[in-house]
């Protein structure tokens, strides 16, 4: 008798994070996509996908063109609700200097809120599903500034999760999460 192959079992098209956050396996990153960003966001959408990740960096993201299109989706009957939405705090050093969404000269804590009501703003809504700071800062203090920043915002109902990428020094890791 010859063996059966088993086709292999589907994944849940969801996870549940620690934060207890229903978060697509598969997001759709919106950077680099310039003019074509609302149109491609929708496309996407209508293609399935329920998750978008963007950034409040006009160097690479349009956050407003997400916004854009979230209220097109809405019109069209898929609710904010329905999309896991991902923004992200990003340092100054990986900004456009000429269009930084922040006044670098304040606080840390300062650009972190003011990055995010822009955010809020672009994306024309009050929360985002999950704030993730781009990238660790220069030392372990300011990321940790930056990550109490994060959590005032997580702490008032505007965050559901928070994290952190771009970040491949495990003990720094390790250090934030004790």
């Known amino acids: 008798s010859s063996p059966v192959s088993k086709e292999p079992e589907a994944l849940p098209s969801t996870v549940t994070t ?3 956050v ?10 680099w996509k310039k003019e074509r ?3 491609l966001v929708m496309q996407a959408v209508m293609e399935g996908f ?7 960096q006009p160097k690479h993201y349009s956050e407003p063109s997400v916004g854009k299109a979230l209220a097109a989706l809405e019109k069209k009957g898929i609710e904010r609700k329905a999309i896991f939405l991902q ?13 930084c969404p922040y ?3 304040t606080a840390l804590a300062s650009q972190v809120a003011v990055s995010f009501a822009t955010s809020q703003k672009n994306l024309q809504t009050d929360y985002v599903d999950s704030l993730v700071l781009h990238s660790p800062m220069t030392t372990y203090e300011e990321t940790l500034t ?7 915002i997580h702490a008032e109902g505007h965050a559901h999760q928070l994290g952190i990428s771009n970040a491949y020094d495990l003990e720094l890791l390790k250090r934030l999460n004790t």
Do not use: H, L
């Open 18 to 20: 620690k934060a207890n």
């Open 22 to 31: 229903q978060m697509p396996r598969i997001i759709y990153g919106t950077a």
């Open 37 to 39: 960003t609302t149109d």
């Open 50 to 56: 329920r998750g978008i990740d963007t950034a409040c």
């Open 87 to 99: 923004t992200k705090y990003t340092p100054y050093r990986g900004q456009d200097p000429n269009n």
């Open 103 to 105: 006044d670098p000269k």
């Open 146 to 152: 930056v990550w109490r920043a994060m959590e005032d």
